[in-house]
């Protein structure tokens, strides 16, 4: 079992920055790729980044040039964002899956981009 927590979400302009954290415990080693997912009201929730344990990272096509994730001591995971819109506004929901497939979530975060 693997344990995410997230935090860093809040308010914030158009075209500022915020960053997410995402903490996780328990059978963190069985984690191959961990990454950030989003769900905005009334939509599907679609994955915004990933990084694999080996490093390599992709993105969704909307957050190119502006997000960025990363990976601290495999307990932490970051998601930086800049030159935020306000279609960006979402619950952000951490994410690690092993390699049996099996995916785990944390409790989501609010991000909402407005001024």
């Known amino acids: 079992q693997v344990q995410l927590v997230e935090s860093g979400g809040g308010l914030v302009q158009p075209g500022g920055s915020l960053s997410l954290s995402c903490g996780a415990s328990g059978d963190i080693f069985s984690i191959n790729v961990m990454g950030w997912y989003r769900q905005a009201p009334g939509k599907q929730r679609e994955l915004v980044a990933a990084?694999?344990?080996?490093?390599?990272t992709n993105y969704a096509d909307a957050v190119k040039g502006r997000f960025a994730i990363s990976r601290y001591n495999v307990k932490t995971l970051y998601l930086h964002m800049h030159s935020l819109k306000p279609e960006d506004t979402a619950v952000y929901y951490c994410?690690?899956?092993?390699?049996?497939?099996?995916?785990?979530w944390g409790q989501g975060t609010q991000v909402t981009v407005s001024s």
């Open positions: 990084i694999h344990k080996i490093g390599t």
């Open positions: 994410n690690g899956q092993n390699s049996g497939g099996t995916n785990y």
